[in-house]
């Protein structure tokens, strides 16, 4: 790639964060209760527990498309007041262009950045290292699910964010889709050392792809433990030490649901 990659940037911080919304009906919803994180540049960490627990919420916050009521977040020492391309976010749903091409949903974040003309050949770049050759001049509609979240990672991607963010974008795939895009994740990562935080209910998928997990609690959303993976790369589903990770924490996760969790720093 023709990217520099500096692996001294990227550090997200979260200082005692909390975030209350209004609902349909008037009532006051506490998403988060005083977060406090720190995520190292170039880590993988995924964020784990009940729905509801505030997980989206704190990507929401991290990428700029939400503001807290107390606390601040910082990506290398500087507050996040708004969006960026700096922090790139990949959906759930892939939310590409209907009307672009696979191409033309890459190129768009290089032509909003008005970088197009001087970037535009790091485009086929991207094209082959998400394995999307041969469908650049196709529309949405016309791939599957798993090449769509593919384009939707070169999109984030080639505008050299020190952080992405990750929110379920393998959840509505198939099995055998969501483990090799868990591996095309793992490549890019490796590849480009970029920081990044995956939201998933998926503990395999947490397993398989993290150097930390948190897991929160339900809502007011905190964090009630970190696990380190010190599991070697790459790691194997039926390896004993995957699976006893694997119970530990849905152990952890069952008794989260049934008590009330004390406050976490990291």
């Not at 005692?16 to 170039?42: C, F, M, Q, W």
């Not at 050299?160 to 969501?178: S, W």
């Amino acid at each position: 790639m023709t990217n520099e990659i500096n692996l001294q940037s990227g550090e997200v911080r979260v200082d005692n964060v909390s975030r209350t919304y209004i609902d349909a009906h008037g009532s006051s919803v506490e998403a988060l209760r005083d977060v406090s994180l720190t995520v190292k540049p170039g880590e993988l960490v995924s964020l784990i527990g009940p729905s509801g627990c505030g997980k989206t919420t704190l990507m929401r916050l991290i990428a700029g498309l939400d503001h807290p009521q107390s606390g601040e977040s910082y990506l290398d020492g500087e507050v996040i007041t708004t969006t960026h391309y700096e922090r790139g976010f990949v959906f759930q749903q892939s939310n590409l262009f209907p009307w672009e091409t696979v191409y033309n949903n890459i190129a768009a974040g290089l032509k909003a950045r008005k970088v197009y003309k001087q970037k535009k050949h790091e485009i086929a770049e991207y094209i082959t290292l998400t394995g999307l050759e041969g469908f650049e001049k196709s529309y949405p509609h016309q791939i599957s699910g798993g090449m769509a979240q593919r384009a939707s990672l070169a999109r984030a991607l080639i505008n050299d964010p020190k952080v992405l963010l990750l929110d379920e974008p393998l959840g509505a795939l198939d099995a055998f889709t969501r483990m090799d895009l868990q591996d095309k994740i793992l490549e890019l990562w490796r590849h480009r050392k970029t920081t990044m935080i995956l939201v998933t209910h998926d503990v395999d998928e947490a397993v398989y792809l993290s150097d930390r997990i948190i897991i929160m609690t339900p809502r007011p959303g905190k964090i009630e433990s970190i696990i380190d993976v010190n599991l070697s790369r790459p790691r194997v589903r039926t390896d004993p030490e995957f699976l006893a990770l694997r119970t530990e924490i849905l152990e952890r996760l069952h008794l989260v649901s049934s008590r009330e969790a004390p406050e976490f720093y990291i």
